[in-house]
């Protein structure tokens, strides 16, 4: 079956984001004549949904009864989309013209997960922290991405304008196919929010399916809309569902390369503690504690799942980065 746009569901999942779809809902409109546009609202107070009514009566919105953040947001909207491709996009997303052409070119290539090229709305020549030119992930769980390599973002001069496999694609901007969403039984609503994408694509690679980043279709986004990078409560996400992600998806020496992890783990909060921001420190702690409560929870799963080795290319993102200052993507 050779896809087209008309095959394509746009999924934007609000809540209490009406100015950002009075701001980016006119060009997402405006550049995907050809798909479904969808609203999955996670019960917002803020007339987000008359709006909607009032402004976009072509858009369907489809209401969920409770803020179950990302992962169940999604999990419950999607089972009302029929469309064979789904985009899951982020409220703060500004899309360019003929942005879906190149994904569609890549399902049918074969793809079963899509990335653009996503750079950053407010610094538009730079790549954007969330997923930059798609992302990988080391031994330990650590992630990282071409362009993006934790803190250091790199300037867009078309170094990653191609298309290449990768491990992971960002849920500010996820294409998927909808069958193959269903197959994995989509988000675990466990990790509510951050890193759900990562697990969702690390199960999508134990089971053979191929990952896609395609740098000739561009989005640009915010980032940040609903926790700031800088905030300690996505640290503590961050954190947990990191550890979450290891321990159901990693294929062997589990134990070994978690203890190694929480060691690493516990460098970054005394870096925190030097830096004197212990709030910080204090949300690494919580996500610990969290992660040993879930522990039982975790291997349980693990054993439904499959395991697949040769996830990580690099053996430690931490020590590139901080010991050997390999700051971009091309030194690593």
Known sequence: MAFSTK???IVI????GKSLLEQFLPTIVGHSQDAKIYVADNASTDNSVVFLNEYYPSIEVIQNTENGGYAKGYNDALKHVTEPLLCLLNSDIEVTKDWLNPVVEAFNGGADIIQPKLLDYKQKSHFEYAGAAGGFIDKYGYPYCR??????LEED??????TKSIFWASGACFFIKNDTFK?????????????EEIDLCWRAYNSGYKTIYTGQSTVYHVGGATLKNTSAQKTYLNFRNSLY??????DKNLFGILFSRLILDGIAALRFLIQLKPKFLFAILKAHISFYGALPR???????????STYYDKKSIVWEYFIKNNKTYDCL
């Open 13 to 16: 999942l609000n809540w209490n």
């Open 147 to 152: 362009g993006r390599i934790f803190e250091t």
């Open 157 to 162: 001069k078309g170094q990653y304008n191609d």
């Open 183 to 195: 197959v994995l039984n989509g988000f675990d609503e466990s990790y509510f929010a951050h890193m």
């Open 7 to 9: 095959d394509i569901a």
């Open 245 to 250: 992600t290891l321990t159901k998806n990693c």
């Open 298 to 308: 975790l291997l349980k799963k693990r054993k439904l799942l499959n395991q697949a």
